[in-house]
């Protein structure tokens, strides 16, 4: 091939490079390994890496069943192996599975149009923000306190340079955002109001009247769901005006937080201003129904530094996780797999109700809840990983407020024995600790 | 029509209808296991939040959804199939160990949140990956945490911009050249900075006078593609980078091309401050349809106190933790740690290959898109004659004449049973034809891939209508994509 192109070695072809650059020496990585020696590799990481433990960890990345099929489906090359549907007429595969997607987002969103996916629920919330003020015109964002901490902080560094003045508005007795505060925290200036639901701590905001509130004050309201199961017994937000969703519960794996699959739904008529691809109904032709990436006028390819967003490439991969997942449970199972995971976590709180408190009784939850207890979380965790449980998130580094507390998650997959030993080694501390006082009493006597 | 090329052959394939449409009362494809827990009363729970109806969500079989996704999967073209010169997206062959790998049990299932002592696992992926990424690179230290090339871009801007804004002045515009990405001034505006563009010279590389008398100390950074999106390198790099270094500025270097370089040269030690890097472009993880990608920004020292949180550190006793106490950062970029399973396929990749076979990777790379241009010169306008690096850029000219344009030329390699080539990019070149084989094509496919463009050149001369009115082999002819549009049919409804 070099003689045919009229060059005598591989180092002509890097003639370009000038001399001083170019690199004499190995890169400084280890030696070329068989595939035997790779997969060991990964294996001993996994080994390393909690194999083998009954987790109760929730909080924005949830630990479902996921069905085999999708994994047999998404490892077609013809899937795997291509690229954003550009040529439409040999894309058609992705590009209708593409439409299944946005068509079933909407179904259980209750909303009129869906994108493509986004990069992740975090990333979602911070680009429906800003398309909810590029629409009202106003800068500023109440944001709830109640709202993912870390999808906080992404938003934070989003509208750093936006000129968007963030309010954070706190939580009530409920562990619902506190709508008076939301009340004062709203002026002329609030473009939107960004909450999540099921929230933060697993309570199902009252989405109509924070919508009521946002709304006569001619702000959008923005919902955030990061726990998609919900959406099989828990009715969507329809008020709002854009939903951000994270669907990693719809099938794909933890991961150890990624690749997930942010998704931005809306109305309509605000569908000019929605970030990421969209794929539409069309006909060629002869008048066969056929589908393209559409409204591109939107994007980045195309308008450059006027376009809605940068956002490239995305995640359709994972969002053909979802689509697949969704499509295997449908319209009853996945009422039937949302009922399994509220039934497990009712059960669990009354039982972790006897050694702890556990918070926000008031309203209702859907997978998870806050136990608030004497003994510090993490002690509680580092006695329950002897017995090769994982507890609930310790709030402290999040919620201070909330003193010695945890976000503890329940799904289909959480048995009623591994709820039962988490609760009894729980009661162990507590005993622990009633025993220490008592014999600190006598001492001191 | 003339007789197609020995590369591909038409088959019969399955009609399929929308999942919608397949759907009726009572079919399933789940099963849940019993409940081991008591009932509960979901009206009583969940009150005026209880959701009683699903719309028109589907009910099909498990047979039904394998064949929907299996025949909808054979309507898609894909690397597995052949080649796929898709200019600037780095289509490469996707190593199948990569994704065994990705599917271990600890790995798959870590939680982001678990503790660090059962984490170690991940943070020793996180930790090698990265000191494997900043020796490719040269630079010095790097996030993993951008999702995609275009969220790298935001996040080494916005380093850019603090690093700027410590110094007492955040600057005002980015320069960028004419023939970049669409991301790059589009990432710019994200981090509110204007755009100035930056013409190219005649050799297709950056006008060095043109710089010059553009770089102020208005001007934060140049984001540079090298080799830029015409297959060039960008030969004065270096004294790009001491312009901009002398007014104090950065050079951010979109790192697209990154496969063009690998083990040959090193972007920090041609003066590059902070650069992206595509894994799924240079790095081998799937492109899936469309993503996901992964996006991580390597940097010189002086951007690392600004670097998203957290970041993997050991601690005194050897064991691997997250530092969030970083208080310059420019803060978080998306939750949890960037897309891990595409750092678990990078790493595979890069111990496959080690230091001779990244290399040969770069020269096979290379040296395929040299033999691309070669077959191709005199049949197709080379607009510019400079060195082609891993891909070549074409125009349309010659055909333009007969009234064929780059887009019918790109359909009509459709029935070759090839992908197109990107089209009509970069905008410097009116009527481009942007080819990219990369590394994974063997010399036979090359030879079918330039056959049939010399074929189709032929068929402009003596029979332009077969080309205009291409493909003719797929299940669907050209679609329409003005009704679609202008009258926008975004998600299924049934027929009233």
């Not at chain 1, 992404?154 to 939580?171: E, K, N, R, S, W």
């Not at chain 1, 201070?400 to 709820?419: D, F, H, Q, V």
């Not at chain 2, 002819?477 to 679609?484: G, I, N, Q, V």
Request: proline letters at 5%; hydrophobic letters at 40%.
């Amino acid at each position: 091939m070099l003689k045919s192109i009229g060059l005598r070695s591989v180092d002509d072809l890097f003639a370009p490079i000038p001399a001083e650059y170019r690199l004499n020496r190995d890169l400084k990585i280890p030696r070329q390994m068989a595939e035997s020696e790779i997969v060991d590799f990964f294996r001993a990481r996994s080994r390393e890496n909690g194999e083998g433990y009954t987790s109760f960890l929730g909080a924005g990345a949830y630990a479902h069943y996921r069905p085999v099929i999708i994994d047999s489906l998404i490892s077609r090359g013809e899937f795997l192996t291509a690229y954003t549907p550009y040529q439409a007429e040999i894309s058609q595969g992705t590009l209708q599975s593409i439409f299944e997607f946005q068509s079933m987002i909407c179904e259980l969103t209750g909303m009129e149009v869906a994108n493509a996916s986004m990069y992740d629920g975090s990333t979602a919330a911070a680009e429906a923000v800003m398309m909810a003020v590029r629409l009202t015109g106003r800068r500023s964002v109440v944001v709830a306190r109640s709202l993912h901490p870390e999808y906080r902080e992404v938003l934070a560094t989003y509208a750093t340079h936006q000129g968007m003045p963030l309010t954070i508005a706190g939580f009530g007795d409920d562990g619902r955002l506190n709508l008076e505060e939301l009340e004062k925290s709203i002026t002329a200036e609030t473009g939107c109001v960004l909450i999540q639901s099921p929230n933060f701590f697993g309570t199902i905001e009252d989405v109509a009247s924070i919508a009521e509130i946002a709304h006569k004050n001619g702000a959008m309201l923005v919902v955030s769901i990061a726990e998609a199961v919900s959406l099989g017994i828990v009715e969507p937000p329809r008020e709002a005006d854009v939903i951000a969703m994270e669907a990693q519960s719809f099938g794909v794996p933890l991961g150890f937080g990624g690749p997930y699959c942010g998704v931005i739904a809306t109305r309509e008529k605000f569908v000019r201003q929605m970030p990421g691809r969209l794929v539409g109904q069309t006909t060629d032709k002869q008048g066969r129904r056929g589908f393209v990436l559409t409204l591109a006028t939107r994007e980045q390819h195309i308008r450059r530094e006027k376009a809605t967003s940068n956002i490239c490439t995305n995640q359709a991969l994972v969002a053909l996780m979802v689509n697949i997942f969704m499509t295997v449970y449908g319209k009853v199972g996945l009422k039937e797999l949302a009922k399994q995971n509220l039934a497990k976590t009712t059960y669990a709180a009354s039982q972790f109700a006897k050694q702890g408190k556990v918070l926000f009784a008031g309203a209702p939850r859907f997978n998870e809840f806050v136990v608030q207890t004497e003994e510090d979380s993490k002690a509680i965790n580092g006695r329950l990983l002897e017995h090769k449980i994982v507890g609930g998130l310790p709030l402290k580094k999040f919620y201070p407020e909330l003193g010695n507390a945890a976000l503890w998650c329940c799904t289909e997959l959480t048995t009623r024995s591994a709820i039962d030993a988490a609760v009894g080694l729980l009661h162990e501390g507590s005993a622990r600790s009633a025993k220490e006082k008592e014999e600190a009493a006598e001492v001191t006597r | 029509m003339k007789q197609i090329t020995r590369k591909a052959s038409l088959q019969v394939n399955q009609n399929e209808g929308l999942i919608f449409e397949k759907s009726s009362a009572g079919k399933a494809a789940w099963k849940l296991p019993p409940l081991d827990v008591p009932e509960v009363d979901t009206a009583k729970l969940l009150g005026a939040s209880e959701r009683k109806d699903l719309g028109r969500m589907p009910e099909v079989s498990e047979i039904e959804i394998i064949r929907h996704f299996t025949r909808l999967s054979t309507w898609n073209y894909a690397i597995d199939l052949g080649m796929y010169p898709l200019g600037s997206c780095t289509m490469k062959y996707n190593p199948r160990v990569n994704e065994a790998v990705a599917r271990v049990e600890g790995i798959a299932n870590g939680h982001p949140y678990q503790p660090e002592r059962i984490s170690q696992g991940a943070l020793y992926i996180l930790k090698t990956l990265s000191e494997q990424l900043i020796e490719i690179t040269g630079m010095d230290a790097i996030t993993l945490q951008p999702a995609a090339g275009a969220h790298g871009e935001m996040t080494g801007l916005l380093m850019v911009r603090a690093y700027h804004q410590s110094r007492g002045n955040a600057r005002k515009k980015i320069l960028i050249p004419d023939s970049a990405h669409g991301t790059n001034p589009a990432t710019a505006a994200m981090v509110n900075y204007a755009v100035e563009n930056l013409k190219s010279d005649s050799r297709g590389m950056v006008d060095l006078a043109a710089l010059e008398a553009q770089m102020t100390e208005d001007v934060a950074a140049l984001m540079l593609t090298n080799p830029n999106t015409l297959g060039v390198f960008e030969q004065d790099i270096h004294k790009i980078a001491d312009v901009l270094h002398a007014k104090g500025g950065l050079l951010y270097m979109d790192g697209a091309n990154m496969n063009a370089l690998v083990g040959k040269v090193r972007p920090g030690d041609f003066g590059v401050d902070v650069m992206h890097l595509n894994l799924h472009k240079t790095f081998s993880t799937p492109h899936g349809g469309g993503g996901p990608g992964s996006g991580p920004v390597a940097i010189k020292k002086i951007l690392e106190p600004f670097v998203p949180t957290p970041v993997v550190v050991t601690k005194p006793d050897g064991t691997l933790a997250f530092d969030y106490n970083r208080p310059h950062s420019v803060g978080r970029v998306r939750a949890f740690y960037g897309n891990f399973g595409m750092f678990v396929r990078a790493l595979a990749y890069i111990q496959a290959n080690g230091p001779d076979g990244l290399r040969q990777t770069t020269e096979d790379a290379v040296l395929n898109a040299n033999y691309i241009r070669k077959g191709l010169e005199g049949t197709y306008d080379l607009p510019y004659s400079t060195p082609t690096m891993h891909e070549v850029v074409f125009s349309d000219k010659l055909q333009a004449k007969k009234g064929v344009r780059t887009m019918d030329i790109a359909k009509r390699l459709i029935d070759y049973g090839f992908h197109p080539y990107t089209t009509a990019f970069p905008l410097i070149v009116p009527g481009a034809l942007m080819i990219e084989p990369t590394e994974s094509e063997s010399k036979e496919e090359m030879d079918l891939f330039i056959e049939a463009m010399k074929s189709i050149a032929e068929e402009v001369e003596e029979d332009p209508q077969t080309v205009l009115d291409a493909p003719h082999s797929t299940r669907v002819s050209r679609l329409d994509e003005t009704a679609a549009a202008r009258r926008p049919v975004l998600r299924w409804k049934p027929a009233v």
